[in-house]
């Protein structure tokens, strides 16, 4: 029997605060989950066995990519067999200071937040990867906007979070009209004060994630500026603290988990319109938005390899160049192979061809 705790989180400024909040996803309960199919795991990839039925695992959430929702949806939450802890974020970078303190065990973020991580010597790592289509990352503008080419984009003002996808997406965005931050002004702002920012007028443009992507234009009357493979990375990641990973049952648990949602990233490739009516529930977003969002933001698990590894290198090569971070990282030192094995055979290649 499943019933969940959630705690939502969110960061003041640009320090590590962290204060209460209500954020998105499947609504609070008030006790912790935990699953009824199994109370072992075969733990990192060493072939033992851990059992993992008294594990609590704290797992980072947010309304973009909604992991629990996405597990209540596939039918899989209860086939986790450790209890779950479920904590809310408004993005990414909030989540992984979590993990580096240790209030956080693992959860999921875009491609940015692990390079920032990095560049701060965090205490974390990328445990996971999964390719992310090129439509599930946007730079968007108001209904009405006189903007129809990126180079117009010179001298104004854009809403973008700080080492999010969305950040990395707009500085190849930028790139390919010949432009540098240095020639706009970059709001950072959270999804929430974003979407208010962009409905208001008080930017220019949004670049963004899904779901917010497809709220903007579907709800908002925006409009797509530039989207596409040559923009942002392909992938998005699970990162967990090395913490979590240290501690034997913990990382058991991170294996099992890993297993579990690779499953349910699996299913919503083939059920979009129940995902999306059930990710709108969980969200507060219309349906039709939602259907949308579940269309354009299919998630495929791969294994951590050289293809991955090399994506994220570049994306942190690019970010120290922009001055965007102190220090160019060798990204390998915070990345592990060692849940590989959680990635199904049918879903193991890391080519991005078509996606």
């Known amino acids: 029997m499943t019933s969940v705790v959630r705690v939502a989180l969110a960061v003041a400024g640009t320090t ?12 609070g309960g ?13 733990g990192s990839g060493s072939g033992s066995t851990v059992n993992v039925s008294q594990v609590t695992l704290n797992i980072g959430d947010q309304k973009g990519t909604g992991a629990e929702a996405l597990l209540k949806a596939a039918g899989l939450i209860n086939k986790l067999p450790f209890k779950a802890n479920w904590v809310d974020f408004t993005s990414g970078p909030p989540m992984v200071q979590a993990m580096g303190s240790g209030s956080v065990d693992i959860g999921g973020v875009g491609d940015a937040p692990p390079a920032f991580a990095a560049a701060g010597s965090s205490k974390v790592k990328i445990v996971g990867a999964r390719i992310t289509p090129a439509a599930a990352g946007a730079t968007v503008v108001p209904k009405g906007s006189s903007i129809t080419s990126i180079q117009q984009l010179k001298g104004k003002r854009i809403a973008a979070p700080e080492g999010t996808s969305a950040d990395y997406h707009l500085l190849t965005v930028l790139a390919a009209a010949g432009l540098t931050r240095k020639d706009v002004t970059i709001d950072n702002l959270q999804p929430a004060d974003a979407l208010s920012a962009f409905t ?11 779901p917010y992507i497809e709220e903007a234009v579907k709800q908002d009357g925006g409009r797509v500026l530039a989207s596409g493979n040559q923009y942002g990375a392909p992938y998005a990641f699970q990162v967990a603290s090395d913490a979590a990973l240290a501690d034997k049952g913990k990382a058991a648990a991170i294996a099992d988990y890993e297993k579990v949602l690779n499953q349910a990233y699996l299913w919503s490739k083939t059920h979009t319109s129940t995902w999306a009516g059930l990710w709108a529930d969980a969200t507060g977003l219309p349906t039709a938005t939602m259907q949308q969002a579940s269309k354009d933001d299919v998630n495929t698990p791969v294994k951590i390899d050289s293809t ?8 942190v090569d690019a970010f120290y160049k922009a001055g ?4 160019d ?17 049918s879903s193991t290649t890391s080519s991005t061809s078509g996606s």
């Open 30 to 42: 008030g006790s912790t989950s935990s699953g009824a199919s199994s109370s072992s795991s075969s």
């Open 329 to 345: 990282v060798k990204i390998t030192d915070y990345m592990t192979s060692q849940f590989n094995d959680a990635v199904p055979s």
């Open 308 to 315: 991955v590894i090399n994506a994220e290198q570049k994306l």
């Open 16 to 27: 590590a605060v962290l204060a209460a909040a209500a954020c998105s996803s499947s609504g």
């Open 200 to 210: 208001s007028g008080k930017v220019d443009a949004w670049d963004t994630w899904s």
């Open 324 to 327: 965007e971070i102190p220090t």
